[in-house]
């Protein structure tokens, strides 16, 4: 799936993380190559949330790099990450509960839109044209993830499962390279799941975007990604193919729990 | 009609007229990315050109037989002009048949090429393409998903146009050719019947059958080229061909595919329908959103509306019979009318109806008289799928409660001896594809024999009791009419399906099947906590509630002499959904009795014994064409009072 050419897409280099007298992550390193599936999995509080929160520039290392598309960032606000073509969903839904899915999603494209505050006011001009544009591509994604059932439906008002689904759309909104996922699946049904693992399958296949994931639901990881990294108290245990990780030692004894040093 | 009209005889023809008189009048519609994509009448044609000769270069010849899979959408409507205009014939199938249903029809109609809707389609099409050996080529619209598929019979339905268009360069005058050699007798279109028993049968209807009575009832209705219809129900359904092909092309008027399934009902309040048509089971539907939407307003809001609605169906009940209707009601309606009747009628998207049918099977009366109580024209249809639909129509200013109206020109209606409807008709079909043995027995000296049993009352106007076959009688010999009974308790929102049972045993049973959505509102509402529709039809509640429904139907049968014995006695909910995938009902959701009965022949029997409870294990088909087994442990209660009588 790499090209080699080009170089991995994002490169994490040794970066640390600390909470306090907690080390969150220790020195871990993940290289994510265009077009990737790549899935973090690892037990509760192994830091998986905690390295998309520093992916995401939410969070700081304080050591250690990261390079996005051969550009040096690691210390980027959420953003300006945003704006280089990151984005991400999260682990409990964050949507605007009262509003409804196309506005939702529409907030998706607000880093596209260059707007000045009288013209949109006005309605007018490049101010309309470019609403039509955006509005245009939004529809797309609702077409795309079949939610155009619930469009004018306010979003607190849908089920879980497509809440999850309208973040995903916010999160395509942004057009974005890189798109972090985090635990897409989380309390969803079979049925859910299976239809989610369809659309994560189609973003990536369709639009060529590159995903990484944290996923709990073993058989997902294995079917959907490409490569999975583990995380086992904030260091990187494991890293390779659905299969070489299966048969991984230190990651069946993360698991299912071997006797600690 | 002028002499160039009636020179058209074949729809590809008239799609031409259309094309050269009216080039820029909107054909067809369909909603795409939250917008309503126009398609004029010459867009229509030359749309509709290139895919056939697309299908040309692949060496289409006259005769061949094409299948068309999806949701109601403009490429598919083209796809049959298309077939029609090479002199193929179109065959199209429920797009929710599953694979088994898909190869048998296919492989029966020897589908040379299948035009499909999405990949759902095109994955039923390669699994099951061993058992179709004359199929040679599957051509998609939709191409999300099929990124990956490599399988050379494979080809989009952009790419077959583009063909389409070198072939054109390459061959002009070809598909004008082809198409002026199209003739009246030539067969338009095989329409698969589901059939509630026995294996599908492919209707063979013929240009010269749907363009006569498509003609006749348009005549007969005064519609017009500004009519607006949505085209939601299925394409193989003979209903959807003919209101949203056969009569928008003769008449001009335009269809509208929704964007959706799911949005059908917002769609239909977007394009505000002049002509709609529904199967009982929506207009059911649509029936049980309203109530549970009334149960959730606060309790002064819910009186008015529930006095209004009773008030505007006692007034119609009294017009429906011939009645006068009393001074007082007479005053009040208008005060309904403004707080009621007017915006749900706006609400539910029929502001615009002139003429709305319910066909397909018998709607229950309570049903019929809430829509007609709305303000809306619904009337009831009489036809079949070998009659080219129209049979009976109930005419404007002559609606009934318990009839099905009037022939409609050129048809004429006689009762047989034996009390079966059969009639003569210009739109009686050409037969059974490959299946003359069954059309021998529906078609004696040009006189097609229905099935049902029904007479014209002394107005003229037909009357339909039930399936012939389906009439029966009790043990001690009083009638006992299922379908009838199955109506009246579907008319509670709560009641989404039943099977009334009654043939020779001492007294009547139903088989009930609750509404999801209705009983899973009341639950909540009641705080009653279930986890599945298996767990929620065998609450204790829910049985009660189902009880009530029950004596209410059973009181008014009481009023009925000759029905006072088909009171249900004994009932049962069942723990899963009657489903076409189990082969329970047909694609258009008529009960397939004999299945029913022969898959559930334990719990009937523990119907008619003593204990409160049964055992089931019934096999259910998924979607994707796998069974499972459920089983389930099934409450079975009396309907009390009855018994005591």
């Given at each position: ?261 | ?11 590809p023809?008239?799609v031409?007229?259309?094309a ?8 067809i519609?369909e909603?795409d990315?939250?917008?309503?994509q126009?398609y004029t009448?010459r867009d229509y044609y030359e749309q509709s050109r290139l895919i056939a000769l697309g299908l040309a270069s692949f060496g289409f ?5 094409v299948?068309i899979?999806g949701?109601?959408r403009p490429q598919l409507y083209w796809a049959v002009m298309a077939t029609q205009a090479l002199?193929g014939?179109p ?22 090429f299948a035009i499909v809707e999405d ?18 080529q599957v051509i998609y619209d939709d191409a999300?998903?099929m ?7 494979l080809t989009s339905l952009e790419a077959l146009q583009e063909r389409g268009r070198g072939f054109g360069a390459a061959h002009p005058?070809h598909f004008e050719?082809e198409l ?466």
């Amino acid at each position: 799936m790499t090209t080699a050419a080009a170089g991995p897409l994002l490169v994490v280099d040794g970066i640390s993380v600390r909470f306090g007298a907690l080390l969150a992550l220790h020195q871990v390193s993940l290289e994510i190559g265009r077009g990737e599936i790549v899935a973090i999995i690892g037990p509760n509080g192994a830091g998986k949330t905690t390295l998309l929160n520093v992916i995401s520039g939410f969070y700081h290392p304080y050591e250690g790099r990261i390079a996005f598309a051969g550009r040096e960032r690691t210390h980027l606000a959420p953003p300006d990450v945003a704006a280089l073509g990151i984005a991400r969903t999260f682990q409990n839904v964050a949507l605007f509960k009262g509003m409804s899915v196309l506005d939702n999603i529409m907030t998706g494209r607000l880093l596209k839109m260059r707007g000045s505050f009288l013209l949109d006011a006005l309605w007018w001009g490049p101010a309309k044209r470019q609403e039509l544009a955006n509005r245009a591509f939004v529809e797309r994604i609702i077409d795309f993830l079949e939610i155009q059932a619930i469009r004018k439906t306010p979003a607190g008002r849908l089920p879980y499962g497509l809440q999850k689904r309208v973040e995903l759309a916010r999160a395509l909104a942004a057009e974005p390279e890189l798109l972090l996922l985090d635990e897409p699946m989380a309390g969803m049904n079979v049925e859910e799941k299976e239809d989610m693992c369809r659309f994560i399958l189609d973003v990536h296949g369709e639009f060529g975007t590159t995903i990484a994931l944290i996923e709990h639901d073993m058989g997902v990881v294995m079917d959907l990604s490409d490569r999975v990294a583990v995380l086992d108290y904030g260091r990187k245990i494991a890293d390779g193919t659905p299969d070489q990780v299966r048969k991984d030692q230190a990651v069946l004894d993360a698991y299912l729990g071997a006797i600690h040093e | 009609m002028d002499a160039t009209e009636r020179r058209a005889d074949t729809f590809p023809k008239l799609v031409r007229l259309n094309a050269e008189r009216t080039p820029r009048k909107v054909a067809i519609r369909e909603k795409d990315y939250g917008i309503w994509q126009s398609y004029t009448w010459r867009d229509y044609y030359e749309q509709s050109r290139l895919i056939a000769l697309g299908l040309a270069s692949f060496g289409f010849a006259r005769g061949d037989k094409v299948a068309i899979v999806g949701d109601n959408r403009p490429q598919l409507y083209w796809a049959v002009m298309a077939t029609q205009a090479l002199g193929g014939v179109p065959v199209p199938i429920y797009q929710d048949s599953i694979e088994k249903e898909l190869a048998y029809i296919a492989d029966h109609a020897e589908a040379r090429f299948a035009i499909v809707e999405d990949q759902e389609q095109v994955d039923k099409l390669l699994h099951v393409r061993a058992q179709c050996p004359r199929l040679e080529q599957v051509i998609y619209d939709d191409a999300r998903g099929m990124r990956d598929y490599t399988d050379p019979c494979l080809t989009s339905l952009e790419a077959l146009q583009e063909r389409g268009r070198g072939f054109g360069a390459a061959h002009p005058g070809h598909f004008e050719a082809e198409l002026d050699k199209g003739e009246a007798d030539d067969t338009a279109i095989i329409c698969y019947t589901s059939g509630t028993t026995g294996t599908p049968k492919g209707a063979m209807l013929s240009h010269r059958n749907l363009m006569a009575t498509g003609r006749n009832a348009a005549r007969a209705e005064g519609l017009g080229p500004d009519e607006e219809i949505l085209s939601y129900l299925p394409m193989a359904w003979v209903g959807d061909h003919v209101f949203s092909y056969v009569q928008s092309i003769i008449v001009g008027f335009a269809a509208n595919c929704p964007e959706s399934a799911a949005t059908v009902l917002s769609d239909l309040k977007e394009i505000g329908p002049t002509y709609f048509f529904a199967p009982p089971r929506i207009w059911e539907s649509i029936l049980t959103s309203v109530l549970v939407r009334i149960d959730d307003c606060a309790w002064p809001k819910r009186m008015l509306v529930r006095a209004c609605l009773d008030l505007g169906q006692a007034i119609e009940r009294c017009r429906l019979e011939g009645r006068p209707v009393p001074l007082w009601r007479r005053l009040l309606y208008p005060i309904g009318g403004a707080l009621v009747y007017a915006p749900l009628r706006d609400n539910l998207g029929m502001r615009r109806v002139r003429c709305a049918y319910t066909a397909g099977e018998a709607i229950g009366p309570e049903i019929f008289l809430f829509f007609r109580a709305l303000g809306i024209n619904v009337k009831q249809l009489y036809g079949m799928t070998e009659a080219s639909v129209f049979v009976t129509i109930q005419k404007d200013g002559d609606v009934r409660l318990d009839t099905v109206g009037t022939p409609v020109p050129e048809v004429e209606v006689q009762i047989a001896e034996d009390g079966e409807v059969l009639y003569r008709s210009p739109g009686i079909f050409q037969g059974y594809y490959k299946n003359p043995e069954a059309t021998r027995q529906t078609v004696a000296d040009g006189w097609l024999h229905s099935g049902d049993a029904g007479f014209l009352d002394a107005r003229g106007h037909l009357k339909i009791i039930d399936r012939a076959r389906d009439v029966t009688r009790l043990a001690d010999g009083t009638i006992f009419p299922p379908k009838y009974l199955e109506n009246k308790l579907k008319f509670s929102p709560y009641v989404k399906e039943a099977v009334c049972i009654g043939q020779d045993r001492p007294f009547v049973t139903a088989l009930v099947n609750i509404d999801l959505t209705a009983v899973g509102n009341w639950a909540e509402r009641r705080g009653i906590a279930y986890t599945s529709y298996t767990d929620l039809s065998q609450k204790a509640e829910v049985y009660d509630l189902v009880r009530g429904e029950i004596e209410r139907v059973n009181r008014s049968l009481e009023e009925d002499e000759q029905l006072k014995t088909a009171q249900i006695r004994r009932f049962l909910i069942l723990h899963k959904e009657l489903d076409p995938d189990d082969e329970e009902i047909t694609r258009t959701r008529k009960v397939r009795r004999g299945h029913v009965a022969r898959k559930y022949a334990a719990l009937i029997d523990a119907l008619y014994g003593d204990g409160d409870r049964a055992q089931v294990e019934a096999q259910v088909t998924y979607e994707d064409g796998r069974t499972g087994v459920i089983r389930a442990d099934v409450r079975i209660e009396d309907v009390v009072g009855v018994l005591a009588r």
